[in-house]
Structures are given as C-alpha cells and as structure tokens.
C-alpha cells in the first residue's frame, strides 16, 4: 500500500540523470527509435552499490524500475515511462585468467569491447556481432553467433554471475550465482532472459583461446533464391560444428542474397568447405580470407550498422528445413516487402556436432537446443508514417511461416506473440517461476513479458 511506503531513505547514487537536464534526451533513448519513453529518472551506476541504492530507492517509493546494458532491446523492455532506468553501461571492467581460461566482465561491457579485451589476451567468448549490444542483455537470453556451433552459446560459457536482487518488503542485495551457490538462479540467467529476476553486475564466463579465423562471403542475385535457399540450409547444418554461417535474403529491391560464415580453421579448408555453396546457382561475388578473429568480429558487426532507426523483428526456431512452400513464402513477401530494409536472416546453430545442440533443452533456460537454425524478419523504417505497414508485414510473414517453424528466442522478443511463454521457453517456463518465486517474490523486475510470480 502506498501510505506503508517509506516516505525518506535510501538516497540515489552514480551519475543521475533528470528530466531538464541536457544530456537527459540522449540518456533515455533506446537503440530502437521506434520507442520514446520518459522515464522519471535515469541513473548511471558505476559500483554495485549504486545498483542496490537504486533498487531500495524505486522499491520504498513504488517507482517502476528497469534494468538497462547496452540499450538493444527490440521491443524497448529497457526503458519506461515515469520509471527509473538502472543503467550499468558505466559498470565495464574485464579481466582475464588466461591460466584459468576465465574472464570476469561487467555487464555494462557492449560486445565489442568484450571482443577487444579479451583479444589482448589471445582468448574469446563465443557472442554475438553487433558491436554496441551489450554483454549484459545478450548473455542471460542465450547469445548466439559465429562461434555458436564450436562453442555453444554465451549463456553457456556463463560460470557465475553476480546479481542485485530484492530482498525483503523495500530491499535490495548481491548475490553470487555459480554451481555451488543460488545453482538455480545461474540455470535462470543462462537463457532465462534479461530483467526478471534482478540486475546482474558482473558474469564470469569460460574463454577460449583464439588467434586467426577463416571468413567467407558468397554473394547471389535474387533469382537464385529458390535454389541457394534450400542447399544453405541442407548444408549449413551438415557441416563441421567449426563452421558457423548465416543467409540473408534482402527485399527483392535489392535483389540479393548473401551467405557469410566463419570457420576456426585456413582458408584452404574453407573453400573445400563451402564448395556445395558456390556450386549452387551463379554467385556474383565470392570472398575468402583468413583473418586474425578480431578482425572478423568487424567483418561480421558491419551487417549491423548504419541500419534504419526504427525497428519491428520477429524471430523463430527451424528444426528442419523449409520445404518449397517455405520458401515460397519467403519470396512472397520479400517480393512485396515495405521497402528496400526488409530482410530474411538466418543463422545455423544445430547439426553435426553442434555445441548448442549437445545440451539437453533443460539443461540451461535456453530450451531450443535442437533447433538447426533461427530466423530473424526484420523491417526497418525511419518515419512515423511507415510504421504501421511495416510491423503489419512482420507480422503477416511470421503467420505465414509458423507452419514449418517453431517458438521465438528470448533476445528477439516480439510483443505480438501471444503464448510468449511456450515461444520463449518451452518446457522450462514451469521452472522458471518457480526462480521467479524464491528470488522475485513481490515482482520487483517486471515488464511486459516478464516472468510472472504465479
Ligand atoms: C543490431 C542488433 C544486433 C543483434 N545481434 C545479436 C546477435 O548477434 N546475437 C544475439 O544473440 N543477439 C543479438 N541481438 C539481440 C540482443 O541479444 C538483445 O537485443 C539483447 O537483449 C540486448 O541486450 P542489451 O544489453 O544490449 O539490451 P538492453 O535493452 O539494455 O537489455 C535487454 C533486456 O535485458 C535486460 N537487462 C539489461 N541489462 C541487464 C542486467 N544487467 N541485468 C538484468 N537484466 C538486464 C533489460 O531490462 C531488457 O529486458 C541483436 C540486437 C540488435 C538490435
């Protein structure tokens, strides 16, 4: 009850943002424009206990809270309106036990810092591309990218993780989750999904030792979809779990497809690799190098920049290929896109020997072990007057796709499914409320698609 509420106490510290102040428009946008919110404040913590402060100061006050990393959330699950946004970006120490093959890192690290620290000491952690996602979001929904297949995915390479929760009726205090202790927040956090059951500080994750990496790159015209499309996704799954690759159909205004992969191993190997590939359709264009890894963590972030401001994605599972009708259905609605931003990615996360795929789905949060690829339909726009078209046609073409494809991952989150529970996590969401009641009991950290208490 609000008249219960402390009416003093705990007092906000870090750098704290308000309403009238200049930098106040910069601090409370998200990655996606498509999203405006006005928070009451935001506060840029740089100790853990300026995270603590912040959750005791909006649990006495009634204050909505949000945790905030690197901002990328596709459905702007990191800010709110009249809220407080706890922000840990400024939170961004690494350190390396190369011996150990263990890295600490904030949560606030965005990825390509990560990348780049981790780097220094000749070792990585299997993540995703885009350079300014942040560690912190990405690692407790799962992360995927072009280590996935050789090395599983972020959330398991996860060996502890610290974390501020709610204790009591106005609390707030750190615990440390690892195989010895709060073992069923760590399963939680390794797929469970950002903001649901506190803010996480610090990870401790497994690194591995890396040095030079092969990258290619095969580009098609459009009228080639219908053969290139099928042979990726027979191949990619067939392949070495040393070889990670993606496809990406563009809008047929743009009219190309493009395959990108990265294997730990030469270049040599790689073009026996990818032969089935160039030997489909006609390329148009066709790369391969080898690189040191760090230079292609940039190859593979370019994909991600310079993209239009506003966004609507889907995602979803394939657990075998898309049969012709699939593909038909790609060409459809590719061929009637909203404008030429309209994509269809995908990236191979199962098959021979895969990483990802050798967890049991119970084993972590992360129920979609078995899963050969995921889709990502995206549209992307820049003015208000698009919007609507635009998130129509995503979500027309994931209708139309569900036949032959399964659930959504957590780190693509899309308000417009309905059973979000069983898309997200599967036989796991049971469990997860069970974490959700033990460490979240009041249903501190919530938002649309939150794990609920009951
Ligand atoms: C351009 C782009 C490229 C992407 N590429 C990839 C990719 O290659 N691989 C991949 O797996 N995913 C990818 N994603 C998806 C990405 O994993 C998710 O958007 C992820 O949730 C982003 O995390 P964040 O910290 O940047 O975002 P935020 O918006 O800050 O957070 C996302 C969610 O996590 C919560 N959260 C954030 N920090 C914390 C914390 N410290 N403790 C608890 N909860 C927290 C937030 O409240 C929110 O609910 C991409 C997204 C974009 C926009």
Known sequence: MAQNRKKTGTRLTGRIVLPGSSSYNMARMEYNRRFSKFPRVIVFCRRTQDVINAVKWARERGVRLRARSGRHSYEGFSS???????????????????????AYVQTGNPLARVYRKLWDKRVTLPAGTAPDVGVGGLTLG??????????????????????????GRYGAKTIIANK???????????????????????????????????????????????????????????????????????????????????????????????????????????????????????????????????????GAFGFRPLPREGVKIIRDFLSHAPNKHSTVWCQSLGG???????????????????????????????????????????????????????????????????????????VNFPRLKRVKRKYDPHNVFRFAQSIPVD
């Open 80 to 102: 709110v309106n009249g809220g407080i946004i706890i922000d840990v970006s400024e939170m961004n120490q690494v350190r390396v036990d190369r011996r150990r093959r263990l």
């Open 180 to 314: 010895k202790k709060h073992t069923d927040l760590l399963w939680a956090s390794r797929g469970g999904g950002g903001g649901n059951y506190g803010i996480s500080t610090a990870y401790t994750f497994r690194v591995r030792p890396i040095k030079m990496v092969s990258i290619y790159s095969i580009t098609w015209k459009w009228r080639d979809l219908e053969k290139v499309f099928p042979t990726w996704q027979r191949w990619a799954p067939s392949v070495t779990n040393r070889l990670t690759s993606t496809i990406e159909v563009a809008a047929k205004q743009v009219g190309t497809i493009v395959s990108t992969g990265q294997l730990l191993g030469s270049a040599a190997e790689l073009r026996r690799w990818i032969r089935p590939l160039l030997r489909t359709g006609t390329p148009v264009k066709a790369m391969v190098r080898t690189v040191p890894f760090i230079e292609a963590t940039k190859f593979f972030a370019e994909g991600d920049l310079n993209l239009e401001p506003k966004f609507k994605i889907s």
């Open 352 to 426: 021979t020997g895969s990483a990802v795929s050798r967890v049991s789905p119970t084993a972590t949060a992360y129920p979609h072990r078995k899963a050969e690829t995921i889709y990502e339909l995206s549209a992307r726009w820049r003015n208000n007057g698009e919007q609507q078209r635009n998130i129509q046609w995503v979500k027309r073409f994931r209708r139309a796709l569900r036949p032959f494809v399964v659930g959504d991952y957590v780190n693509f989150p899309d308000l417009r499914i309905k059973n979000w529970p069983k898309a997200y996590y599967g």
């Open 142 to 167: 799962g992360g995927i990218g072009l280590l996935s297949r050789k090395y599983g995915l972020t959330c398991d390479n996860l060996k502890q993780v610290k974390m501020v929760v709610a204790s």
